[in-house]
């Protein structure tokens, strides 16, 4: 399993989070979250997304009624604290949430913030320790647009291939980042994709398993 694309370049070039180690000095702060079925707490920090709040698009998809499977693996993917692992874990508690980010900060950030909230079915993990033959069921993902089209291609038909046939990924983009282009791309990659829902500049792509569209 490939890692997941790193950007090229100085690293001020992009946001410290997409970088494997950020060398900006930690400075945590803790974020209670509130959502309509459940709440949480959770520790923040430089050097990861959404430092000191629930960013916007991540708040869309959690709040809204997208696909989550029941059971099964499923993928929280570019991870950061840890929401979208934790909303998974409480609403589907017989899964197993795959909570996967290339940030270190960020993975210890979501290993306590897990501790935290006393959540046993999150593993905590890099793209590379997750097994070859693990399927999801579901995948959401607030994807890292700044590294660049060609890397973030790479990365997105990396972890679709690994949809099971019944299975759907739910990606937030913001509309001024590519996010009708990406529905339409997707789609002729054999992805089915629609958009069911914006708010605020932000759409939610629903895309289905490529098993239909190969065979």
Excluded at 48 to 62: P, Q
Excluded at 136 to 147: G, M, V
Aim: aromatic share 6%; hydrophobic share 40%.
């Amino acid at each position: 399993m490939p890692a997941s694309p790193m950007p090229d370049g100085p690293q001020d070039a992009v946001p410290s989070h997409y970088f494997e180690d950020p060398t900006i000095a930690p400075d945590p702060v803790i974020v209670d979250v509130t959502l309509p079925d459940t709440a949480f707490t959770m520790e923040t920090d430089t050097g990861v997304f959404s430092r000191g709040h629930l960013d916007a698009g991540t708040s869309l998809l959690l709040r809204s009624n997208v696909a989550l499977a029941s059971d099964g693996h499923l993928l929280d993917l570019g991870a950061g604290s840890g929401a979208m692992a934790m909303t998974m874990a409480r609403r589907s508690p017989a899964s197993t949430v795959w909570a996967v980010d290339v940030n270190s900060r960020a993975r210890d950030l979501c290993r306590r913030n897990v501790k935290r909230n006393n959540l046993t079915n999150i593993r905590v993990a890099t793209p590379d320790d997750i097994p070859e033959g693990v399927q999801f069921s579901t995948i959401w993902s607030n994807p890292p647009i700044r590294i660049g089209k060609p890397a973030l291609r790479v990365l997105l038909l990396t972890w679709l291939a690994r949809i099971t046939d019944d299975g759907t990924a739910t990606l937030v983009v913001q509309k001024h980042l590519g996010a009708d282009s990406m529905q339409r791309w997707l789609t002729s990659k054999g992805y089915p994709t629609e958009r069911v829902a914006a708010k605020s500049g932000f759409r939610l792509l629903l895309v289905r398993s490529g098993a239909k569209s190969r065979t």
